[in-house]
Structure formats: C-alpha cells, structure tokens
C-alpha cells in the first residue's frame, strides 16, 4: 500500500510564507509525477505546481513567480514553497503523486488527506 502525507499548512497573514511537505511511502518503483492541486468549497480541484521525473515544472499562472515546486527523489518527497500569499491563495492543498509499485503493472494515482491553508487579509 501507498500513503501520501501531507504538512505545513496553517494559517499566515497576506504576504507571508508557507512550506508545504509531502512524502510519499509505500512498495515504490518509481515516481512519474509529483504534484500539489488545491480546492474550494463547492469548486473543483485544481493544479497548482506539479514537477515530473525529469525535473520539468508545470505552475498554474496564479501562482507564478510566488510558488515554488521541489522534489527531493531520494525521500519521494514533494515541497511546495509559497511566499507572497494572498487571502485567495486560501484553500484545501492536495499532494498528488502517479507512481509505479512494486509486483502490480501500470501507473496508479494517489492523493493525500489535505492540508488547510488559510491567509488572512
């Protein structure tokens, strides 16, 4: 079994800062993707930065130049910087992760539990 878990979320004013971890663990042959998605309630999930097994990285345009996506390989871990928050940044963030585990074929989507984010204005 697989488990993503999530931290670093909180609570922080307009214009602050936030780490978000995620680790994956579990019977892992290889990590394809990494990523963090974020929603509303009521709305739909939606990406936010994701980083592939090469190092490419994707990020949605409103959180370019303020987020910062990072992967340590080793650890099957997954970081999110976000500096500059602003209160619409407030969400439930979800790790993502589409990996390969050992003895079963094809890839498979996990998601972690979520991390509240809050940023007051």
């Known amino acids: 079994q697989v488990q993503l878990v999530e931290s670093g979320g909180g609570l922080v004013q307009a214009g602050g800062s936030l780490r978000l971890s995620c680790e994956a663990s579990?019977?892992?042959?290889?990590?394809?993707?990494m990523g963090w998605y974020r929603q509303l309630p009521g709305k739909q999930r939606e990406l936010v930065a994701s980083?592939?097994?090469?190092?490419?990285?994707n990020y949605a345009d409103s959180v370019k130049g303020r987020f910062t996506i990072s992967r340590d390989k080793p650890k099957n871990t997954v970081n999110l910087q976000m500096d500059s928050l602003k209160p619409e940044d407030t969400a439930v963030y979800y790790c993502?992760?589409?990996?390969?585990?050992?003895?079963?074929?094809?890839?498979?989507?996990?998601w972690g539990q979520g991390t509240q984010v809050t940023v007051s204005s």
């Open positions: 579990g019977s892992i042959l290889s990590i394809n993707f």
């Open positions: 993502n992760a589409k990996l390969i585990i050992d003895n079963l074929p094809g890839q498979r989507n996990y």
């Open positions: 980083i592939g097994s090469s190092g490419s990285t």
